[in-house]
């Protein structure tokens, strides 16, 4: 049987990726609290550790986020996101983001983030734009190893995250317990590798 796979890469090319600039980071708000609608509802998994119905990002966290993305990478609380746009609409499809731990002592480690809004999944989009950040990171930082969080029951996250050489390095059991129910965070890292 033929692979879907080159077919799937095809359709990801129809959106455009580049860096979130000022303008773009105000259009997040909506985007996340759209995306946040199908957290642990209508057959997705619980993606994020908040509520189901708790979907708008607050105020503080937009803030914050517009903040950081201003903030020189390698400063504390640096941050940039990349975002997806679907070529006729403009309508943002995806993002993917990466952060400086706010640790000290942890500048060669960068903390992942991302999501693919339910009109554009299963395209090849989430696989393209963890390339197109990693590939970031290994061009534009010295940072050796990308880390993320995700909810153990997330099993599409966590099959995209290890076709893509994320490993899992630790869970930590019951860590939340959302909607009165316990909710495992599993953590995976991928080296960041230069020739
Ligand atoms: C997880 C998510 C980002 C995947 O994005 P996507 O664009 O649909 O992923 P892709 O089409 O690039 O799929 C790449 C691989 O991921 C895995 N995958 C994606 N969706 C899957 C699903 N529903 N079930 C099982 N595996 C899946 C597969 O291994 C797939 O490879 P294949 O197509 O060759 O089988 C998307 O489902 C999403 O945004 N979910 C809600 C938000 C979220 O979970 N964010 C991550 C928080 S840690």
């Known amino acids: 049987m033929e692979s879907l796979e080159p077919e799937r890469e095809t359709r990801a090319e129809i959106y455009q990726l580049r860096m979130a600039d000022r303008f773009d980071l105000i259009r997040l708000a909506d985007y996340f609290t759209d ?3 199908d957290n642990g509802v209508g057959g997705m998994p619980l993606f994020q550790p908040q509520p189901r119905g708790v979907v708008s990002p607050s105020p503080e966290k937009v803030e914050k986020a517009q903040r950081s993305a201003e903030t020189p ?28 731990w706010s640790e000290p002592y942890m500048d060669h480690r960068v903390l992942l983030g991302m999501g693919v809004h339910r009109e554009h999944r299963r395209r090849g989009l ?18 050796e190893w990308i880390d993320l969080y995700v909810l153990s029951g997330n099993e599409a ?7 893509v050489g994320f490993q899992v390095t630790g869970s930590f059991s019951d860590k939340f317990r959302i909607d009165g129910e316990s909710v495992d965070e599993v953590r995976m890292s991928k080296a960041v590798l230069r020739t």
Do not use: K
């Not at 400063?75 to 400086?100: C, K, N, S």
């Not at 989430?126 to 940072?143: K, M, N, P, Y």
């Open 35 to 37: 995306l946040n609608r």
């Open 73 to 100: 990478i390698g400063e504390p609380g640096w941050r940039r996101f990349w975002l997806a746009f679907e070529a006729p609409t403009g309508a943002i499809a995806g993002h993917v983001d990466l952060q400086g």
């Open 126 to 143: 989430g696989r393209r734009l963890l390339r197109f950040a990693s590939d970031w990171a290994t061009t534009e930082t010295q940072v």
């Open 157 to 163: 996250a966590r099959a995209l995250y290890a076709s």
